[in-house]
């Protein structure tokens, strides 16, 4: 646990991205292959179940450290950080062990779960006795569940495929699903990570390995510069943006699997796809969308028929624990096949995008299989006129695939070409993918409560809840009236104007914005519940979502997708906020 | 029987005595318990403060109307007996002691319990009312023992140069600055300071307080030792252009009791940060309450709320004052005032 913590107070201390990967590849040097397997396992985002819950560590805690529950919630509003704040309150009187990370999950985090609740507490008071105080913040968010630090899983493998030798790429391919919590990280797990094989074939080890995703970058530029920057249109395969769950599936002797991109298997959420895939050739992977398919009669000539569900309708059914039957017909789903990247068990992602579609098509004519239809135009300009009717089509823009271009791994920062000439071009960020995504939809509103933000925005007010006028106010008079009454805590009357919350958000703004607000906050603060505070509303936000839904859990009847703060709005009075009616005309685009 | 110190807009108030003390808006006459801006503050007609304070006081303040008192020293001022007493903030720091028609008050200042070479060691001093400090009254504040610490920060410096890097500690000004020092271990490599710490270590050193010897960065002669050197500096500096000798990889650190969370550390965007505080951590704050005797207790600057809970829930009378010192923001310590 030692080396694991000191690993991750390095981790902690630093942003630069080099430091991290050497600090990764000292420990991985050093620590048995035992413990590592767990670290990788815990810094690539896995996460055991929960086996004690927070609160209960907490009351613990509060026990060994004789102190009142509500002096621990002051703690905790400064720390931000329910582990920390514990790690901080013990008393530091133990007497200090040097058990590995392996045995330290294995033989006494993993037991934990079932015990008698007094058992439970009997055994964590004793290992918190034994931990200085980054040890114990780390125990607690292991057993707690909510362990996180600042490297992605991408950092890991590159620090994995320095240490091995192995390409990152095939340390990725073959560290998915590792963390999805279906087999336990062992010895044989690690070595499997990191062992060399020469061929570039699939070996009996990696059999259900799916391939890591290739990931879209945002395209931010105006369709003009299109020509230049990304050259004329016939170099590109332009496709919808679909929204669903993107997924793979691996086909491999006889059997079936089916990968989220979150590395979950999830062949058995969706036995359509399961049964789908069963009539693939061995050695097959696919790369595409799982979603929900309205079969609808077309209006305009095309490929398909029918049309996306609201990503909504998916979400639904991700939910559901047993598929019944009355499910499987409300919310049937389908694959929509983007890409080939294994046939006849070779590996051939870094064939050109164009030849790898071509092949795509061809295996999949005459299936059920959708496979992503292509759009063209012959300029850049089309695209973009184009692209204003996602909304209706229920999609979200546009992807870019240059068709000369490889299928790379994660969100890498250059794409590979296999035509070009490695001394030329042969990297280049136009070999990426390119999702050029429609502007989100925006509502200007107030914000009227706030919270504290967690990690690095511990103590600073960041989670932000806003708020739409019920209907236009008369004037400013009128809107000043009602921001009065909230300060002089009146409640809202039914029939009047009144301010209705409909959405939090707690990105998009800088560092230095965050500022800005937070002391805006402090000085409006009218009452504060617990962490959250109301404010007398005084700020206008710009607010972007993606989607938006009705929905009975809001008390404004409504559910916004992927809201974020795309600016303050310093210039906007308050009464020109937007209103609910303004929401019940987006419902409808 | 009357309170020895109330709350006016000025600052904290001796009515019998009809002095204040460490007030925010000038006055006629103040008693200063210490030597950091928001406590020391321009434009009062008379200062009284601890004799070992009046070099950084001047220092900071210049010509001052400026009595003092040897620690323990008595003097009698319109009826009141007042004496000052060690406080362990920083160099000069004192509690002030004020006893009048039979009541004995103390109001603590800033204070600190842990050992410190650069400053005499605080002293309990027996009270009925006791005004205390409360920067980090939370159970979550603890310190390290200080030789930890500083084997941390030499760890660190010594890791620096190895890989040829400066190692730029930032840090208040005043007593943080002369503490580091003191602890440091000068043979690692040369040690620089930012020439607003340099007129307080010579403050310290004519106060007979034992520092390393430091330099300027333009008494530098071999470019050669800037990556070597461990550069103190406050917070303002670390932002500022006059970085920029020292190297784009520059390790930088702040010592502070808020470096105790990793949120606040995380913000500040420093490489390291060293819990290093010149104020009493939770159980410090708790001792010294105790060691007064006092039966009531009003507290000032930070955890203000909480503590007067929890010293209720012990059953003492327990009250808070507002007063406009820094301390109770993590700001306050970030953006320490420059000295002149």
Redesign the interface.
């Known amino acids: 646990m030692k080396r694991f913590a000191r690993l991750f107070a390095e981790l902690?201390?630093?942003?630069s991205t080099n430091a991290k990967v050497e600090a990764l590849q000292r420990y991985f040097e050093q620590a048995p292959a035992r413990d590592a397997a767990w670290a990788v396992y815990f810094l690539s985002g896995g996460k055991p179940r929960q086996v004690v819950s927070m609160s209960t560590l907490a009351m613990l805690a509060c026990e060994v450290?004789a102190?009142?529950p509500?002096?621990f919630d002051?703690?905790y509003q400064?720390?931000?950080?329910l582990a920390?704040?514990i790690a901080?309150?013990l008393p530091?009187d133990g007497e200090p062990s040097d058990i590995g990370l392996a045995q330290w999950v294995e033989e006494r985090l993993l037991p934990l779960r079932g015990l008698p609740e007094q058992e439970i507490a009997a055994r964590v008071k004793s290992y918190w006795r034994e931990l200085d105080a980054q040890e114990r913040f780390l125990l607690t968010k292991l057993v707690g569940g909510g362990f996180r630090v600042g490297v992605s899983k991408l950092l890991v493998q590159r620090a994995l495929a320095v240490h091995s030798g192995v390409d990152a790429k095939r340390v990725a391919q073959r560290m998915m699903g590792y963390t999805d919590g279906k087999v336990l990280p062992s010895l044989e797990r690690f070595e499997a990570l990191v062992a060399k094989h020469d061929d570039n074939a699939p070996s009996p080890q990696d059999e259900g390995q799916p391939y890591p995703f290739f990931l879209a970058h945002q395209l931010d530029a105006p369709p003009e510069v299109f020509a230049s920057k990304l050259g004329p249109v016939s170099d590109w395969q332009v496709e919808w943006k679909y929204d669903g769950i993107r997924g793979q599936i691996v086909k491999r002797a006889g059997k079936v699997w089916v990968w989220s991109r979150g590395e979950e298997l999830v062949t058995e959420r969706f036995p359509e796809i399961e049964a789908l895939a069963r009539t693939l050739p061995d050695g097959t992977v696919l790369d595409g969308e799982i979603m929900v398919w309205l079969d609808e009669p077309v209006d305009t000539p095309g490929a398909l028929i029918g049309r996306p569900a609201p990503f909504s309708l998916l979400q639904q059914r991700i939910g559901r624990k047993t598929l019944s039957k009355k499910v499987l017909a409300q919310a049937p789903v389908t694959f929509m096949a983007y890409d080939l990247l294994e046939q006849d068990g070779r590996d051939i992602r870094s064939l050109p995008q164009g030849e790898r579609r071509a092949r795509l098509e061809q295996l999949l004519a005459g299936t059920s299989f959708k496979v992503s239809p292509i759009e063209s135009h012959s300029t850049w300009l089309a695209f973009a006129a184009q692209r204003e009717k996602s909304r209706e089509r229920g999609v979200e823009g546009f992807m870019l695939k240059h068709l000369a271009s490889a299928y790379g791994t994660g969100r890498e920062k250059r794409g590979q070409s296999p035509n070009s000439p490695a001394s030329t071009l042969g990297s280049d960020p136009i070999f990426l993918w390119w999702k050029w995504k429609i502007e989100p939809m925006t509502i200007d509103c107030v914000l009227v409560y706030a919270q504290a933000g967690?990690?690095?925005?511990?103590?600073?007010y960041t989670d932000y809840t806003f708020a739409v006028w019920n209907r236009p106010p008369r004037d400013k008079h009128e809107a000043d009236a009602v921001v009065d009454a909230i300060e002089k805590r009146e409640p809202p009357r039914p029939d009047e104007l009144q301010l209705v919350a409909f959405a939090k958000a707690y990105s998009g703004l800088t560092d230095e914005e965050f500022r800005q607000v937070d002391g805006i906050i402090r000085k409006t603060t009218i009452e504060k519940f617990g962490p959250v505070r109301s404010v007398r509303p005084s700020l206008v936000f710009e607010l972007g979502f993606e989607g938006i839904n009705r929905s009975s859990r809001h008390k404004s009847g409504i559910a916004v997708r992927f809201p974020r703060m795309l600016r303050i709005r310093f210039d906007k009075p308050l009464h020109e906020a937007n209103t609910l009616q303004d929401l019940e005309a987006l419902l409808k685009l | 029987m009357a309170d020895l110190v109330v709350q006016r807009p000025e600052g904290l108030y001796c009515p019998p005595g009809d002095f204040y003390i460490d007030p925010w808006r000038p006055v006629a006459r103040a008693v200063i318990t210490h030597a950091h801006s928001d406590h020391a503050r321009f434009g009062h007609g008379h200062y009284l403060a601890a004799q070992q304070a009046e070099g950084v006081l001047r220092t900071r303040l210049g010509d001052i109307d400026l009595q003092t008192l040897a620690y323990g020293e008595r003097i009698v001022h319109n009826g009141v007996d007042v004496s000052l007493h060690p406080a362990g903030h920083v160099l000069g720091s004192a509690q002030v002691r004020l006893e009048h028609a039979g009541a004995v008050w103390v109001a603590s200042g800033d204070y600190k319990v842990a050992p410190d070479k650069t400053c005499t060691a605080f002293e309990p001093v027996k009270c009925d009312v006791f005004i205390t400090e409360s920067t980090f009254g939370l159970p979550i504040y603890r310190w390290c023992p200080d030789d930890e610490i500083f084997a941390d920060i030499n760890g660190w410096w010594g890791r620096n140069v190895v890989a040829g890097r400066a190692s730029v500690l930032t840090c208040y000004s005043f007593g943080k600055a002369q503490r580091v020092l003191s602890g440091v271990d000068p043979s690692i490599g040369p040690i620089i300071v930012h020439g607003a710490v340099e007129p307080l270590n010579r403050a310290y050193r004519a106060a007979g307080v034992e520092l390393p010897p430091t330099q300027m960065v333009v008494d530098v002669k071999d470019k050669a030792d800037l990556k070597r050197a461990l550069v103190i500096c406050p917070p303002s500096a670390a932002a500022s252009p006059w970085m920029r000798r020292f190297g784009a990889d520059a390790q930088t650190a702040f010592a502070s009791g808020w470096m105790q969370l990793r949120g606040a550390r995380r913000r500040g965007g420093y490489d390291r940060g060293f819990v290093l505080s010149d104020h009493a951590d939770w159980p410090g704050l708790l001792g010294a309450i105790g060691a007064t005797g006092a039966q009531r207790i009003i507290v000032t600057h930070g955890s203000v709320p909480v503590m007067v809970r929890y010293l209720t829930e012990q059953g003492l009378q327990a009250e808070g004052f507002d007063t406009e010192y820094g301390g109770d923001v993590v700001e306050a310590d970030v953006q320490a005032p420059d000295a002149a």
């Open positions: 902690d201390a630093t942003t450290a102190i009142q509500w002096l002051e703690c400064a720390v931000g950080d920390e704040t901080h309150i530091l967690h990690g690095r925005r511990a103590s600073v």
